[in-house]
């Protein structure tokens, strides 16, 4: 392979590729590629920048858990960077985390269509409506 033809393995390398496809079925186009970009910039930065902002500003009202979680990353890490293996292990900085994904979740609802005529549960949703899952509701109620 030439270095021309070599996009490399990440996500952008491979929609480059298949940008390139020889074969015209399987290539996509280039507002194909830009549209994924998009998506993954959007999809990507807005959630994961609005969750540490909010895990943020948690840590600062609750004012014991800065040094619980201090006090985890140096258990598992002392003086390293953090690394992949290490993080899935970190107890408590998941449970800071996820308790600010469940109080401020940066997204509140899921819409979805409903194609053909289901029964979730108790509920009966007929087909060609649009339901709206709110996920602040669903994290904030216990009934729910
Ligand atoms: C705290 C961080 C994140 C949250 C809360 C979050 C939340 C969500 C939710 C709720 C959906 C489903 C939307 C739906 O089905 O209607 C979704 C889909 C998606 N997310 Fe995330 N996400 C996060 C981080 C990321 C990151 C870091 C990336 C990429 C680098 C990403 C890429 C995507 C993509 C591409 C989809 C669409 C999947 C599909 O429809 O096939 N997300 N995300």
Redesign the pocket.
């Given at each position: 392979m030439t270095e021309v033809d070599n996009y490399g393995t990440d996500h952008l390398g491979l929609l480059v590729k298949a940008s390139n496809d020889v074969d015209e079925n399987k290539r996509i186009t280039v507002e194909n590629v830009v549209d994924e970009c998009k998506?993954?910039y959007i999809?990507?930065h807005e959630?994961?920048t609005t969750?540490l902002a909010r895990s943020v500003l948690l840590l600062v009202i609750h004012t014991d858990w800065p040094e619980e979680a201090r006090k985890e990353v140096l258990e598992l890490f002392g003086q390293q960077d953090p690394n992949a293996e290490g993080i899935p292990r970190k107890k408590k900085m998941n449970m800071i985390i996820n308790e600010s994904?469940r109080l401020y979740?940066?997204?509140i609802n899921?819409?979805r269509k409903v194609q053909r005529k289901v029964k979730p549960g108790q509920f009966i949703l007929p087909a060609n409506i649009n339901v709206t899952i709110l996920t602040l509701t669903l994290h904030l109620d216990p009934q729910i």
């Amino acid at each position: 392979m030439t270095e021309v033809d070599n996009y490399g393995t990440d996500h952008l390398g491979l929609l480059v590729k298949a940008s390139n496809d020889v074969d015209e079925n399987k290539r996509i186009t280039v507002e194909n590629v830009v549209d994924e970009c998009k998506a993954f910039y959007i999809a990507g930065h807005e959630t994961t920048t609005t969750l540490l902002a909010r895990s943020v500003l948690l840590l600062v009202i609750h004012t014991d858990w800065p040094e619980e979680a201090r006090k985890e990353v140096l258990e598992l890490f002392g003086q390293q960077d953090p690394n992949a293996e290490g993080i899935p292990r970190k107890k408590k900085m998941n449970m800071i985390i996820n308790e600010s994904q469940r109080l401020y979740p940066p997204i509140i609802n899921i819409p979805r269509k409903v194609q053909r005529k289901v029964k979730p549960g108790q509920f009966i949703l007929p087909a060609n409506i649009n339901v709206t899952i709110l996920t602040l509701t669903l994290h904030l109620d216990p009934q729910i």
